[in-house]
């Protein structure tokens, strides 16, 4: 059928029309493309190739170095040796299990560190390497390497450990480190990206702990070149960080050893303190514990005997034991009395064997009583009844504030866990703890260190140098980082009159070189280092008054954790205070029977820096003294100090 020539170019316009809107779009879509184009790769071009180079390089975190820790003579106490490890990369080594099979031919592999390792393999990409077996001998990582075509995707590689070469004899003060756990990034509010590399060794406890930011160091990094999956092709270049700082401290790590030998045995505290300068010489706590145990994560059985031995070996006593401090505290209720002018050196108590004190017999130790009794012969002779005596006059918040002022119920200010404030405890504390009004009876309880008081064996050493110096002597047992010197602890002047003071020494004196005196069979012989002190026990029970008419049950007679807390302090020379010590063995019984003579061992061991000759001690007790040096002596030479000839 013909069309009509004007439809035809009807419909011809129309198509031209829409043929032109189509190109036209089109075009414009095509021009938007093309600018897009220009955009991106003209006008962006920077942008995108930083973007492709981060897909190509990445920067990763290299561990810094940790510190080393020394004694005052730079023997070493804590330090980083080469660690060996074997390393598998799953995806390169095809059958897994396989693998680790063949490798368990030539290396020990622990079936915990084991597990630990496939549970690491299940969470983590096929590419990253996983740790087989940590701190193996050099002879493992030979073998593995001579056999390595025969092992696909098995590395040995080296980095570094913590090692702490005395073992038992620092572990309260020095602490030990080991990898962060998911508990101790929470404790962070913004944990450093170095603490999440895989690990990664952190302190735990001690001075490891509290001087973490300063040994830890700052991390380097280094730029590596990966592929599209993420797996480092090659390393390109490498900023090393800043290692930790060195830290030296101000233990004698000999003396330290000996301490610590002497304590075995018992559940015991003993500080070495430097009255001149403040500094901690010795400040052992027995039991101990070996610190290296815990750096890769001590086993389940070496855990439980720590956790489930009475003596509590994870327990630093040395600071956070706070106990009764018994007669040890008599000195300070006597300063209280002489600084508020209430007695003289020659006024004198009447002692029966008790005090009546509001319907109730406060008794003494000695049952028959001491008659008659000045300040010098009550401490020479421990006398309750004349300190129950003066403390009634003098009150219990006045000996409260002289308690701190040498030290007690204060919290001193050094690197180690859980630091023990202690208690001196006043009217108002009563009233705020536990809501009841402080007793007459609560004064003569507190006036022979029982009742409420309590202190640290730190504490009581603090308490010694200040009433030997007169000065407000302070812990220290950082003696420098890096080489710098930190702050001396010698202390300002206590303001105390100094009458009152050599009057308190003097009686210290008596107590070690009075044949009545409760110290004196542990005196000391060498007159240029006669020593003074006291000699303290402190109650754990309650004595019924039908026990008291029948008898006072023996110490040796109760069980062991009912006996009495046995505790001395002192200091020496007499005429030149050089070193104070205290003491406290847990449930010994009597302080000078149990206390006493393990404090003038070891003062006479730092005075002489080593073995005292047999003529420092009693002629009565040299033989004994002979036999127990060469026992000491004995169990410390087998334990081999490894690369001690190293120095700060």
């Not at 407000?472 to 002047?493: D, T, W, Y």
Request: charged share 25%; glycine share 8%; aromatic share 6%.
């Amino acid at each position: 059928m013909k069309r009509n020539p004007r439809e035809l170019e009807q419909t011809h316009k129309t198509f031209s029309r829409r043929a032109l809107l189509v190109g036209g779009i089109q075009a414009a879509m095509i021009g938007t493309l093309a600018m897009r184009m220009r955009f991106m790769q003209v006008d962006q071009a920077d942008q995108f190739r930083l973007l492709a180079e981060e897909n190509r390089i990445n920067i990763r975190l290299v561990p810094p170095t940790r510190g080393e820790i020394f004694d005052r003579e730079g023997r070493v106490l804590g330090r980083n040796i080469p660690s060996y490890r074997v390393v598998l990369v799953p995806e390169d080594a095809g059958d897994v299990d396989k693998v680790i099979a063949d490798l368990a031919q030539l290396v020990q592999l622990d079936p915990e560190e084991l597990e630990r390792a496939r549970t690491e393999m299940r969470r983590s990409p096929p590419f990253l390497p996983i740790t087989l077996a940590d701190q193996v001998t050099w002879e493992d990582i030979s073998r593995v390497a001579v056999n390595a075509p025969a092992l696909p995707g098995i590395t040995p590689e080296v980095g570094l450990t913590r090692v702490y070469p005395r073992h038992e004899d620092l572990a309260h003060v020095v602490g030990y480190v080991g990898p962060v756990s998911d508990y101790d990034l929470n404790q962070l509010e913004d944990p450093e990206p170095v603490l999440r590399i895989p690990r990664f060794q952190i302190g735990k406890v001690g001075l490891e702990a509290k001087h973490e930011s300063l040994l830890r160091g700052k991390a380097g990094s280094k730029r590596v070149e990966v592929n599209a999956s993420g797996r480092v092709m090659r390393e390109l270049d490498r900023r090393e960080g800043e290692p930790g700082a060195d830290l030296q401290l101000t233990i004698d790590a000999d003396l330290q050893e000996y301490t610590q030998a002497r304590l075995a045995g018992e559940s015991a505290a003993a500080v070495v303190l430097d009255c001149e300068t403040g500094d901690l010489r010795a400040i052992s706590s027995a039991p101990s514990f070996d610190p290296n145990l815990f750096v890769r994560g001590i086993s389940v059985p070496d855990y439980r005997s720590l956790t489930e031995d009475k003596y509590r070996p994870l327990a630093n006593k040395t600071v956070q034991g706070v106990y009764p401090p018994g007669s040890t505290f008599k000195m300070i209720t006597a300063m209280a009395a002489l600084e508020e002018g209430l007695i003289g050196p020659d006024e004198t108590v009447y002692c029966p064997g008790f005090l009546e004190v509001s319907g109730r017999r406060f008794h003494c130790w000695k049952r028959g009583g001491h008659g008659h009794v000045n300040l010098e012969n009550s401490l020479k002779q421990s006398c309750d009844v004349y300190y129950y005596d003066l403390a009634l006059k003098v009150g219990i918040d006045k000996i409260s504030a002289m308690a701190n002022r040498f030290g007690l119920g204060v919290r001193h200010d050094l690197p180690m866990s859980a630091v023990a404030a202690g208690l001196a405890p006043d009217r108002a504390w009563k009233r705020r703890v536990h809501d009841q009004e402080w007793l007459v009876g609560d004064t003569a309880n507190a006036s022979i260190g029982q009742g409420y008081m309590l202190a640290s064996p730190l504490q009581l050493a603090v308490m010694t140098a200040r009433i030997a110096t007169g000065r407000e002597v302070a812990p220290r047992l950082v003696k420098s980082v890096n080489g710098i010197e930190q702050p001396s602890g010698a202390g300002e002047p206590l303001g105390m009159n100094e009458n009152n003071l050599r009057k308190m020494r003097r009686a210290m004196y008596a107590v070690s070189n009075d044949r009545r005196g409760t110290a004196y069979g542990s005196r000391i012989i060498e007159d240029a280092y006669r020593m003074a002190g006291k000699t303290g026990t402190s109650q754990v029970r309650n004595i019924t008054a039908a026990e008291r008419a029948a008898g006072v049950i023996r110490n040796e007679d109760l069980p062991w954790e009912r006996r009495d807390h046995a505790l001395f302090v002192g200091f020496a020379p007499y005429e030149n205070p050089r070193y104070a010590v205290s003491v406290v063995v847990e449930h010994g019984g009597g302080g000078s029977r149990a206390a006493a003579p393990v404090a003038r061992d070891v003062l006479l061991q730092a005075l002489y820096g080593g073995t005292p000759p047999l003529d420092a001690y009693p002629q009565k007790d040299r033989s004994r003294i002979e036999a127990q040096q060469e026992r000491l002596e004995r169990e410390r030479r087998p334990r081999a100090r490894p690369n001690e000839s190293d120095r700060a």
